[in-house]
T-cell receptor, first 111, second 116 residues
């Protein structure tokens, strides 16, 4: 069973701090990874995708991928209360176009 | 706004009934994927349609079926509804090419189905 695992949280950080969200995956053939933000009762919203080893930055967000360790992370700098949501990590399985999602990490940014 | 629309937004059915959920994909996209998201869980892949054919299926029974139309819109049909089918059903559209590394999926707002 190919899996993507996340700590369900909640992860609580003070406003202005860096939030670090982590994800591990079991399928070594996974090519690409996606971070989605989901507010309660809403649908997932794409934040970033990454498919090369290393870091990818977009504004306050940085995605990190380490294929050797099968590890993906999302850093949120200068966290705001509006960042409070569930963050879903998804991997694109090798040989298919299917996303495998983790269960999500709930982030709380405290004002 | 992702340009992916789903209808209806909410639906209440009773056990044993049948339901049809609809999805219009984003302009320029040719692939639709359907997911089931139970409360507190991540989305679970049901199936994907590309060029009007099923292009992959998750661990869901045959009573979950679908269609894709020439305009790339799609339907999800669920027969013989069970209580455990209560969930948020998400449709995601994408543009599928031979370079699949990106294959970015954009989600609609979802249909919340309650089975009583």
């Amino acid at each position: 069973q190919k899996e993507v695992e996340q700590n369900s949280g909640p992860l609580s950080v003070p406003e202005g701090a860096i939030a670090s969200l982590n994800c591990t995956y079991s399928d070594r053939g996974s090519q690409s990874f996606f971070w989605y933000r989901q507010y309660s009762g809403k649908s997932p919203e794409l934040i970033m995708f990454i498919y090369s080893n290393g870091d990818k930055e977009d504004g306050r967000f940085t995605a990190q991928l380490n294929k050797a360790s099968q590890y993906v992370s999302l850093l949120i700098r200068d966290s705001q209360p509006s960042d409070s949501a569930t963050y879903l990590c998804a991997g694109l399985t090798s040989g298919t176009y299917k996303y495998i999602f983790g269960t999500g990490t709930r982030l709380k940014v405290l004002a | 706004e992702t340009g992916v629309t789903q209808s209806p937004t909410h639906l209440i059915k009773t056990r044993g009934q049948q339901v049809t959920l609809r999805c219009s994909s984003q302009s320029g996209h040719n692939t639709v994927s359907w997911y089931q998201q139970a409360l507190g869980q991540g989305p679970q892949f049901i199936f994907q349609y590309y060029r009007e054919e099923e292009n992959g299926r998750g661990n869901f029974p045959p009573r979950f079926s679908g269609l894709q139309f020439p305009n790339y819109s799609s339907e999800l049909n669920v027969n013989a509804l069970e209580l455990d089918d209560s969930a948020l059903y998400l449709c995601a559209s994408s543009f599928q090419t031979s370079g699949i590394a990106k294959n970015i999926q954009y989600f609609g707002a979802g249909t919340r189905l309650s089975v009583l």
